[in-house]
């Protein structure tokens, strides 16, 4: 099955710095590869997502990118404000009729701090 | 709010008690997600359903036991359980299978003593 691996764990930041999550997936097959964005006392939000036919998608001060070839896939923020400060996680799903269709596998988060 | 809620919204029990778990989406989604989240560990998931029907069985433990009456509500039945199982269990939501972007409700803070 897929396996994905997320770094670094922790990231701390001063605000209006930019900062950088990496993942790696395992299965070539993936091709749906979202962020997520978890504060305390609530659920993961999507805040951007990427499909394998595209390799850089930008919102605002988030842009995610994705190399297929090297399997791995990134998240940037860019002028980092206080309010970033979450746990971000990554995560990978695949096509239909493959083993991971569907099911969203997870990195293991990363823990940013923005520091004012 | 994301249009998922989720009852309790915290839980103490003993290993011998029974309680269920509730998820209600707002979205009409028709497909529905069991998600174990544990500290220093990834969201793992449960449970998958698709128009009610159980398309996925992540290797749960039978003292887990899930029920999805229709596609806006999804249960979380539990008995015998073990300390190891204390964690957060999120509920999510999604248009259909493999459709993009699955909506989390806040999660079910358990503790089992």
């Known amino acids: 099955g897929e396996n994905v691996e997320q770094h670094p764990s922790t990231l701390s930041v001063q605000e209006g710095d930019s900062a950088v999550i990496k993942c790696t997936y395992s299965?070539?097959?993936?091709?749906?590869f979202p962020w997520y964005k978890q504060e305390l006392g609530k659920g993961p939000q999507l805040i951007i997502d990427i499909r394998s036919n595209v390799g850089e998608k930008k919102d605002q001060r988030i842009a995610v990118t994705l190399n297929k070839t090297a399997k791995h896939f990134s998240l940037h923020i860019t002028e980092t404000q206080p309010e970033d400060s979450a746990v971000y996680f990554c995560a990978a799903s695949g096509n239909a009729g493959g083993t991971s269709y569907g099911k969203l596998t997870f990195g293991q988060g990363t823990i940013l701090t923005v520091h004012p | 709010e994301t249009g998922v809620t989720q009852t309790p919204r915290h839980l103490v029990m003993g290993m011998t008690n029974k309680k269920s778990l509730k998820c209600e989406q707002h979205?009409?989604?028709?497909?529905m997600y069991w998600y174990k989240q544990s500290a220093k560990k990834p969201l793992e998931l449960m449970f998958v359903?698709?128009?009610?029907?159980?398309?996925e069985n992540n290797s749960v433990p039978s003292r887990f036991s899930p029920e999805c009456p229709n596609s806006s509500h999804l249960f979380l039945h539990l008995h015998t359980l073990q300390p190891e199982d204390s964690a957060l269990y999120l509920c999510a939501s999604s248009q259909g299978l493999g459709m993009g972007e699955q909506f989390f409700g806040p999660g079910t803070r358990l503790t089992v003593l």
């Open positions: 979205l009409g989604h028709n497909a």
């Open positions: 359903y698709n128009f009610k029907e159980q398309t």
């Open positions: 299965d070539s097959a993936s091709n749906y």
